[in-house]
T-cell receptor, first 121, second 112 residues
């Protein structure tokens, strides 16, 4: 149980194009999901908190118009990197916070996806 | 702002030795602390989660302690194996906040 998937696992794109990354909670509902970015040998940095049915909350310094987040259902959040540039190349990881429904995993714990490696040429 | 520091950044040990990984955080008003394992190019696997009211958690060869007042947690891995080679991340969740603050990790190599 408590599995989070991401798609794609890796993507290579040309500078100026947009890339969409999906994050799904497979066996639990997640009103809240989180998007992180990780550069080599660095810590995970929270980019934004995705809330089902409402606007995402972005961390300071993260451009909301560049990193579009949509949380259209209780099991799916998407991150779109618009007009990607080489400096956007990174490892993007999502996590989903279990809503704590009966019979599910412990509430409030975050479960992480396998990550998406983005390379912008 | 919560700052999380992990020491040492990297270490190599011979197989069979016990591993001791340290994590410190600046704000003691935490909700919980979590240890993760990350293999190269992969996502995070949760190892242990310690609630703020707990002192330690154990799972198999892993034991994590929490001293909230001093802002420290230690992850012990007993009788290390080559398969334990990975980066171990410590993350702290603040009270009244969903956000996790991560350290940079302890990169571990267990030499056969």
């Amino acid at each position: 149980g408590a599995v989070v998937s991401q798609h794609p696992s890796w993507v290579i794109c040309k500078s100026g194009t947009s890339v969409k990354i999906e994050c799904r909670s497979l066996d639990f509902q997640a009103t809240t999901m989180f998007w992180y970015r990780q550069f080599p040998k660095q810590s995970l940095m929270l980019m934004a908190t995705s809330n089902e049915g409402s606007k995402a909350t972005y961390e300071q310094g993260v451009e909301k118009d560049k990193f579009l987040i949509n949380h259209a259902s209780l099991t799916l959040s998407t991150l779109t990197v618009t007009s990607a540039h080489p400096e956007d190349s990174s490892f993007y990881i999502c996590s989903a916070r279990d809503d704590g429904l009966a019979g599910g995993p412990p509430p409030n714990e975050q479960f992480f996806g396998p990550g998406t490696r983005l390379t912008v040429l | 702002k919560q700052e999380v520091t992990q020491i040492p950044a990297a270490l190599s040990v011979p197989e069979g030795e016990n591993l001791v990984l340290n994590c410190s955080f600046t704000d003691s008003a935490i909700y919980n602390l979590q240890w993760f394992r990350q293999d190269p190019g992969k996502g995070l696997t949760s190892l242990l989660l310690i609630q703020s009211s707990q002192r330690e958690q154990t799972s198999g060869r892993l034991n994590a302690s929490l001293d909230k007042s001093s802002g420290r947690s230690t992850l012990y891995i007993a009788a290390s194996q080559p398969g334990d080679s990975a980066t171990y991340l410590c993350a702290v969740r603040r009270r009244g906040n969903n956000r996790l603050a991560f350290g940079k990790g302890n990169q571990v190599v267990v030499i056969p």
